[in-house]
Each structure stands twice: as C-alpha cells, then as structure tokens.
C-alpha cells in the first residue's frame, strides 16, 4: 500500500508517518529528510539547497523528484512506502504518478491532514527532536523530560531545526497555500483524497488514519 501524507507543516504528518513505519512496516519517505541530510552531508545539492530551505521556499521540482526517484529505485518496502511532504506541487504529483506507473505500482490513499493556522505557528515555534532517533517534543504538549533523555531511545542529542521560526514558517505556509493546497483539489477529483482531522490527540489522529486505511 503506497499513501501520501497531505498537509501544512506542523499537521502532524511526520509524527504520524513514524507509527506507520512502526506499525505496518512501512518506509517513509520524507523529502524535508532527505534535503537536511544532503545538507548535513555537505554534499554540492546540500550547499545549493541551503538558504531557499532556510527561508522556507521550496527547493526545485527537479531535485526532489531525482531524490524520490531514487529511493524509489533501490526498492525494499515491504509494506509500502508513505510519501512525507511530496509531492509539494502539482508537477511533482504529476511525476510520483508517472514513477509509481513505471514501477507497476499504485496510489492508494491521498490523506489529508487539516490543522488551523493558529495551531500550526504554536505547534512548529514549540517543537524540538532526538537527534538521534527523530522522537518529536513539543515544549507545550510533551516537553524534553526533566533528566534531559529521550523516552524514546536514551539519547540526549535533542534538536531544534533552523528553520522551525516566526519568519521562514511564515514564507512556508504562503508556499503551502500558493503551491501544495492545489493537490488537494487534484487528488479529490481523481477520487483519491480523504481528509482527518489533525488537530486532536495523536492517538485519535492515528485512529482516524487507521479507519481510512483499513
Ligand atoms: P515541513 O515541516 O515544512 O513540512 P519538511 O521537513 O517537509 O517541512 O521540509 C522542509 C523544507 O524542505 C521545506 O520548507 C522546503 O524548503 C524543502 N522541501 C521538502 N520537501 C520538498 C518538496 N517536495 N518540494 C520542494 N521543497 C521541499
């Protein structure tokens, strides 16, 4: 089963794409990952992507989709894969389409995750990660423990990301709304878009998700 997960940054779709992994043994497939590693590799892609990340803006069509495209190619997802914050723009939903056909594989689900505005800005100004398992805080609603070690793994290598402020969130929203929110249209005419709401507790998003993929 291959999904999408569709939504403003700070729905939740990271947090979400984890239990999935967990749970089903799927593979996620987060290109926000993939371009923080290139630029925490140091690799040219890495230093080119750098400062339109920074910003918020997107980074190209073209190397997003030789990312996915490659990882695609190297195969191994038993449980299939779940697409993390691509396709951003219709002519990246446009490729995923042509891949999967190449790969002789299919689109299940498209899920859209909705969260106002006003909760997003909070969530993503409050929100900080292991940096060695990727456990996701949220100063707020689940702060780093007192002793300083993730629950989840021990670590103590906690992470806040650069662009995780007032000013870049600002630009990544206009960037949702402007190139992303267009998909949502897209996959509901082609009949494929079911929506949940974000919002709530992350056990009831993920029951929510689990009613839609069955
Ligand atoms: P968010 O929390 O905004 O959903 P991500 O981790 O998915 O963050 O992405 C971080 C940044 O990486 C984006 O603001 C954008 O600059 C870049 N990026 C990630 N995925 C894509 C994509 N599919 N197309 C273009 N840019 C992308």
Known sequence: MNIILLGPPGAGKGT??????????????STGDMLRDAQA???????LVADVIAR?????????IGLIREKLNAG???GGYIFDGFPRTLAQADALGELLIEMGQSLDHVVEMSVDDQALVARITARSTCGDCGEVYNDNTKPIPA????TNCGGS???????DNEDSLKTRLLAYYKQTSPLIGYYYAKGQLQSVDGLGEIEDVKASIASILG
């Open 56 to 64: 918020g803006d997107l980074v190209t069509d073209e190397i997003v």
């Open 16 to 29: 979400q794409a984890r239990i999935l992994v967990e749970e089903r043994d799927m593979v996620q497939l």
């Open 76 to 78: 191994g997802a038993a």
């Open 41 to 47: 590799s140091g690799s040219e892609m890495g230093k």
């Open 157 to 163: 290598n906690f992470k806040r990301r650069a662009d």
């Open 147 to 150: 002793d300083e070690k993730c």
